[in-house]
């Protein structure tokens, strides 16, 4: 069923409710007033009957004949019945049956009245006392008047309430089509939204409603689509020329060793050749696994405790043996509890991250220079930070380092791709923590990690 549906029958169905509730409150309100009213009517009935017949030794028979002739013979079906406090009758001669049970009279000689109902007829019952004695007069009488009154009033609740329902779910067509629209035409511009038109953005996303922040978190989801997907031609565009090079070239020594007989030497420079191009593609596939674990969905990713100082050290550990000439310090001094290095994470993918950092300070920096990453312990977290004295990075290149394939126009003499910043980014986004790079031209490269103590 669609929503706009759903919407005009759940708002027709939560007014017919409400209507209903109000429905049943007046009619019984009505109901009840109409009852009372005309218990006051036997009520005054009563007295008047009182009045009547027990000062009858005191009137004639034709006047007590005319009293009862024009006060007791008003009302519909009227009957008056007097007992005495024994269930006699007194004063009219009665063959029926006593209209008041023995509970009932004690009720009355208790309370001084009572009022009841058998089927349509009602009855009320008075205590009255006089000098001759003690007596229960009982006036009853069915209010016609009364049951048609509440009979049309039921008559136009049942007639009001059909047609405010007709009302209702006409309006509420018209309201749920009126409240849909917007969200037909989003679904019309989105329709027409394909991977060659991502730079179409929705309307409607300028105001304040519902509406607006569903067109606003549109419009934000296809920013980052068209941004990953602009991401992806970039990645696919220079990962295959990466790919290229190597392979290229071990083609070409291949090629060149194949025109003709050589002598061992030759052989033995192309197959170092084309080794050292297999160590290019081989770093280039494992950095391009590594980028591609670090854009993961963090639900799937492993998180784990693990030490800090253990991470560092199998980092410089891998470094080291690729780079044994360099001098890589690491320094704990500003670790004032040695349980502030257990944090939470993916040590593997956290070790790739420092790694990067630490090979690119090797590889930017002099041979004789050194390494030096400093550990702090700061109040929420810890801080990595690692420095070489290097070349360092222009300002106008800075911003731009953590671009996939993107290197610095004095960085280009040394090998590399340009992805181990852009997955080291990665992985510390993951760990919700921060990386910053500051650099100067001639003195070398400080970058600084942030990791927090939460998990």
Same mark, same amino acid.
């Given at each position: 069923?669609?929503?706009?549906?759903?919407?005009?029958?759940?708002?027709?169905?939560?007014?017919?409710?409400?209507?209903?509730?109000?429905?049943?409150?007046?009619?019984?309100? *009505?109901?009840?007033?109409?009852?009372?009213?005309?218990?006051?009517?036997?009520?005054?009935?009563?007295?008047?009957?009182? $009045?009547?017949?027990?000062?009858?030794?005191?009137?004639?028979?034709?006047? #007590?004949?005319?009293?009862?002739?024009?006060?007791?013979?008003?009302?519909?079906?009227?009957?008056?019945?007097?007992?005495?406090?024994?269930?006699?009758?007194?004063?009219?001669?009665?063959?029926?049956?006593?209209?008041?049970?023995?509970?009932?009279? #004690?009720?009355?000689?208790?309370?001084?009245?009572?009022?009841?109902?058998?089927?349509?007829?009602?009855?009320?019952?008075?205590?009255?006392?006089?000098?001759?004695?003690?007596?229960?007069?009982? $006036?009853?009488?069915?209010?016609?008047?009364?049951?048609?009154?509440?009979?049309?009033?039921?008559? =136009?609740?049942?007639?009001?309430?059909?047609?405010?329902?007709?009302?209702?779910? %006409?309006?509420?067509?018209?309201?749920?089509?009126?409240?849909?629209?917007?969200?037909?035409?989003?679904?019309?511009?989105?329709?027409?939204?394909?991977?060659?038109?991502?730079?179409?953005?929705?309307?409607?996303?300028?105001? @304040?409603?519902?509406?607006?922040?569903?067109?606003?978190?549109?419009?934000? %989801?296809?920013?980052?689509?068209?941004?990953?997907?602009?991401?992806?031609?970039?990645?696919?565009?220079?990962?295959?020329?990466?790919?290229?090079?190597? =392979?290229?070239?071990?083609?070409?020594?291949?090629?060149?060793? #194949?025109?003709?007989?050589?002598?061992?030497?030759?052989?033995?420079?192309?197959?170092?050749?084309?080794?050292?191009?297999?160590?290019?593609?081989?770093? %280039?596939?494992?950095?391009?696994?590594?980028?591609?674990?670090?854009?993961?969905?963090?639900?799937?990713?492993?998180?784990?405790?693990?030490?800090?100082?253990?991470?560092?050290?199998?980092?410089?550990?891998?470094?080291?043996?690729?780079?044994?000439?360099?001098?890589?310090?690491?320094?704990?001094?500003?670790? @004032?509890?040695?349980?502030?290095?257990?944090?939470?994470?993916?040590?593997?993918?956290?070790?790739?991250?420092?790694?990067?950092?630490?090979?690119?300070?090797? @590889?930017? *920096?002099?041979? $004789? *220079?050194?390494?030096?990453?400093?550990?702090?312990?700061?109040?929420?977290?810890?801080?990595?930070?690692?420095?070489?004295?290097? *070349?360092?990075?222009?300002?106008?290149?800075?911003?731009?380092?953590?671009?996939?394939?993107?290197?610095?126009?004095?960085?280009?003499?040394?090998?590399?791709?340009?992805?181990?910043?852009?997955? $080291?980014?990665?992985?510390?986004?993951?760990?919700?923590?921060?990386?910053?790079?500051?650099?100067?031209?001639?003195?070398?490269?400080?970058?600084? =990690?942030?990791?927090?103590?939460?998990?």
């Amino acid at each position: 069923m669609k929503i706009q549906n759903k919407l005009n029958f759940r708002f027709t169905g939560i007014f017919a409710l409400i209507l209903t509730v109000f429905c049943i409150i007046i009619w019984w309100l *009505s109901k009840q007033f109409i009852e009372n009213e005309f218990y006051n009517n036997l009520e005054n009935r009563a007295y008047i009957t009182a $009045t009547v017949y027990l000062e009858a030794d005191e009137i004639s028979e034709e006047r #007590l004949e005319d009293y009862k002739v024009r006060f007791l013979k008003s009302l519909s079906q009227e009957a008056v019945h007097i007992y005495d406090t024994l269930g006699t009758a007194a004063f009219i001669a009665s063959n029926e049956a006593p209209v008041l049970n023995d509970s009932q009279i #004690l009720k009355v000689v208790e309370d001084g009245s009572i009022a009841f109902k058998r089927g349509k007829r009602q009855f009320f019952g008075l205590f009255y006392k006089d000098n001759q004695g003690d007596f229960i007069i009982v $006036t009853s009488a069915i209010d016609v008047n009364g049951i048609n009154a509440r009979n049309n009033l039921q008559l =136009i609740l049942i007639l009001g309430f059909a047609i405010a329902m007709v009302i209702t779910f %006409l309006a509420g067509r018209i309201f749920a089509r009126e409240a849909m629209k917007p969200i037909k035409r989003i679904v019309q511009e989105v329709d027409v939204i394909h991977v060659e038109s991502l730079y179409k953005r929705l309307g409607e996303s300028d105001g @304040k409603d519902e509406i607006s922040e569903l067109a606003q978190t549109f419009n934000n %989801l296809l920013d980052r689509l068209e941004n990953a997907f602009a991401i992806q031609k970039t990645f696919i565009a220079h990962a295959s020329h990466e790919l290229r090079t190597p =392979i290229t070239g071990i083609s070409g020594e291949i090629e060149f060793a #194949l025109m003709k007989e050589r002598p061992a030497e030759d052989y033995k420079a192309a197959l170092i050749s084309v080794q050292e191009e297999i160590e290019k593609l081989f770093q %280039l596939t494992e950095s391009i696994l590594d980028l591609a674990k670090a854009s993961f969905d963090m639900s799937k990713i492993h998180f784990q405790e693990f030490r800090l100082d253990d991470i560092l050290l199998s980092a410089r550990e891998v470094v080291g043996n690729a780079y044994p000439e360099r001098k890589i310090f690491i320094n704990f001094e500003n670790v @004032k509890e040695a349980s502030s290095l257990s944090l939470f994470g993916n040590p593997q993918l956290l070790t790739v991250a420092f790694r990067n950092i630490i090979v690119n300070a090797v @590889k930017f *920096s002099p041979e $004789t *220079s050194k390494v030096k990453i400093m550990i702090n312990q700061l109040q929420e977290g810890i801080e990595i930070v690692v420095e070489d004295f290097g *070349s360092g990075i222009a300002p106008a290149d800075l911003s731009k380092i953590f671009i996939m394939f993107f290197r610095a126009d004095n960085t280009r003499i040394v090998h590399g791709h340009g992805i181990g910043l852009a997955v $080291t980014q990665k992985i510390i986004s993951l760990h919700n923590g921060k990386i910053d790079v500051q650099s100067e031209i001639g003195k070398g490269t400080t970058v600084s =990690i942030y990791l927090p103590f939460s998990k």
